[in-house]
């Protein structure tokens, strides 16, 4: 990790957009270690055979026909940073350029930011579903990352087995890949409203339709994905949920910090919120029922529904 590298690569920041993105890039790697990719005899088929099994068990569950993406990639962290900034580039795309006497400061600023955000993430994220949102490639694209650094890491501080550890976090992203599949309308819902929220907040207004219906959008995809995960998986992974909950609480001041400012945390509350409203449609009526909120946009559950899933199940009839 060299942070002079990564501050420099800050301050030299320029362009005419809000954020230099190949700046911020470049800061992000140079304040991270990338970690080993040094694979182990096996190791690459095993995460082959991980992400086959996990398709062919969610498949029998959810019901749902859906394929894994072609593109399945071992990452170190730097790898994990460059496949996301163009993420995070297309996302913010719609900001405007930073106006004001000092525009230069402000996308100094703005770069920074993104920086420690890149860094902080890819020193965490153990795997990736990536529906590549507002790329300008057909729909089926989409890609699966497993970031082997952060695994391991992960594996050896939770003290639990790294290939199991490794199975889980397969059978989860490829739960994701589940509903994309299941719900070919779901990329093109969730783009309309990130465009339109980003697009008021460039201009100096809050769209709090757009972002609540993103909420409760995201809230079901995490909570749909620990339902399947409770029904496909096939070993017992409550001692795995009960170590990451316990990491999460003995996290540092300064990480919670973190994970507040980056969102992380609302991303917690709705995979408990989504959890709890697919585990009572399932104790009511049945996984088949729950599958229903991928069969168009407007079954969705609301954020009223997502409290009272009575409502929804009563809106979804028989």
Not at 14 to 28: F, K, L, M, T
Not at 101 to 120: D, K, S
Not at 264 to 293: C, I, M, P, W
Request: hydrophobic share 40%.
């Amino acid at each position: 990790m060299n942070l002079y590298r990564s501050a420099r690569a800050v301050a030299g920041a320029s362009g005419d957009s809000v954020i230099d993105w190949q700046s911020a890039a470049e800061g992000a790697k140079a304040a991270t270690d990338p970690g080993s990719l040094e694979l182990e005899p096996g190791e690459r088929e095993a995460y082959a055979r991980d992400v086959r099994e996990a398709r062919t068990a969610v498949r029998s569950v959810s019901g749902a026909e859906f394929d894994v993406p072609d593109t399945v990639e071992i990452q170190n962290r730097h790898h994990w940073i460059d496949a996301n900034v163009e993420t995070f580039e297309r996302v913010m795309g719609a900001l405007e350029t930073p106006a004001g006497a000092f525009p230069g400061v402000a996308r100094t600023i703005n770069t920074g930011t993104m920086t420690v955000l890149l860094a902080f993430l890819g020193r965490n994220v153990l795997g990736q579903y990536d529906p590549l949102l507002l790329a300008d490639t057909p729909a089926e694209d989409h890609a699966l990352y497993f970031v082997r650094p952060n695994i391991h890491k992960a594996a050896d501080a939770l003290e639990v087995d790294s290939d199991r550890f490794r199975r889980w976090i397969a059978f989860h992203e490829v739960t994701h890949a589940a509903e994309f599949g299941a719900a070919p309308w779901l990329s093109e819902h969730l783009e309309e409203r990130m465009r339109d929220g980003i697009a008021d907040l460039s201009t100096g207004s809050f769209n709090k339709a757009a972002f609540t219906d993103l909420d409760a959008a995201m809230t079901v995809v995490e909570g749909y994905a620990e339902l399947l995960m409770d029904h496909a998986f096939d070993d017992e992974y409550e001692d795995l949920r009960r170590k990451l909950d316990a990491r999460r609480q003995g996290r540092s001041p300064l990480q919670k910090l973190f994970r507040r400012l980056l969102g992380l945390g609302l991303k917690e509350r709705q995979y408990e919120r989504g959890k709890n409203f697919f585990e009572h449609v399932v104790a009511v009526r049945d996984v088949e029922t729950a599958s229903r909120v991928w069969d168009r946009p407007e079954n969705l559950p609301t954020q009223d529904e997502l409290d009272s899933p009575g409502l929804w199940i009563r809106r979804m009839g028989r």
